[in-house]
């Protein structure tokens, strides 16, 4: 008898058939239509027993569950990487943890990408989602618009805390390579409530200023990142996990354990058009609002290893990472 050395989760269900078959030394998931044992392997002895009440999934890591081929819309499977049930709905394998709507990433994330300007960055995996490995300096909406470039800081406290009054600059008006761009919420939705921001009525991330196959993330987004760093060995030091290893005032850099790399881009007043905190503070747009004048945005800082999460005026100018879709 050939044996395996992994483990398998029992899930209780009410009549989910579903069927776990081995095929040259990789795992194919699907449906079963009437079985009271599954076989697991390539010998009629190794067999999971299932019930209409019962199903026995074998861990598969994010990697194994996208190496699946053509799954059919029905299909479950565990995911072992974050612990999680996922269920292929004929779009993507959507978590059933009963906490959000979102999916394991549907497109690689690792390689090489780049934006609208010809900007290339890295893609991260952290958990189930994949994030951009530096702050976004596009100069363009993904359309080819040209988003409004403003240096005066009379020009810039003249925008309004809308969706409407779109604007980037650089930190003291100086382009800073890995540092990006800043941007007001207006440039970061893409100017265009309705067209980019629909999804983000029904809690989704929505385009935004981001690459095509990328989003601007919402607020529930950034949490789930936030939460996984803490739920796999950074309570307490989500931030620190994030933060670049260099570019930090007094030397206070972080780990940067999964290449995030955030960097302290600090900000534009809304108020007075000024910049500051750079190498202090880094922020970051959400797609989410917190009113008609203000949203939400994650914020790191020098001295404090956590994550912080508030909201501002929309006219303030922030850096922006995207998500992948």
């Given amino acids: ?107 690689p994330c690792t390689g090489t990408f780049t934006d609208i300007d010809g900007n290339s960055f890295q893609g991260v995996e952290i958990g189930d989602q994949c994030w951009m490995d ?64 629909e999804n983000v009525i029904n809690g989704e991330g929505a385009q935004g200023i981001c690459p095509d196959g990328w989003h601007l993330p919402t607020d529930d987004e950034w949490y789930v990142l936030v939460t996984w760093l803490s739920e796999n060995g950074h309570a307490g030091a989500e931030g620190t996990a994030l933060k670049s290893e260099y570019g930090w005032f007094e030397g206070k850099n972080g780990t940067d354990n999964y290449h995030f790399t955030a960097l302290p881009g600090g900000d534009r007043s809304c108020t007075s058009g000024t910049f500051s905190s750079a190498s202090i503070f880094g922020f970051w747009w959400s797609a989410s609002e917190y009113n008609s004048g203000c949203a939400f945005y994650r914020c790191l800082r020098y001295n404090i290893a956590t994550v912080h999460s508030s909201n501002y005026a929309k006219s303030r100018g922030f850096s922006v990472r995207c998500v992948r879709d």
């Avoid at 009054?165 to 761009?181: E, I, K, M, S």
């Fill in 1 to 107: 008898m050939k044996t395996h050395s992994f483990s398998f989760v029992i899930v209780l269900f009410a009549m989910i058939p579903v069927l776990l078959t081995a095929q040259n030394g990789g795992m194919n998931v699907g449906r079963l239509i009437a079985a009271t044992s599954v076989t697991v392997g390539t010998t009629a002895s190794e067999t999971v027993w299932v019930t209409p009440q019962l199903v026995a999934l074998p861990p598969l890591t994010n990697s194994q569950i996208h190496a699946i081929v053509s799954p059919q819309e029905g299909m479950l499977v565990y995911g072992c990487d974050s612990d999680v049930l996922l269920l292929f709905d004929g779009i993507g394998w959507k978590r059933l943890d009963g906490t959000n709507n979102h999916y394991l990433p549907s497109i």
């Fill in 134 to 197: 530096r702050n976004l300096e596009v100069t363009h909406y993904p359309n080819g618009d040209t988003i409004p470039y403003i240096t005066d800081s009379v020009v810039w406290v003249a925008l309004l805390n809308d969706n409407s009054a779109d604007a980037y600059c650089y930190y003291n008006n100086t382009p800073a390579g890995d540092y990006g761009a800043l941007y007001s919420y207006a440039a970061a939705i893409a100017d265009d409530w309705t067209l980019d921001n």
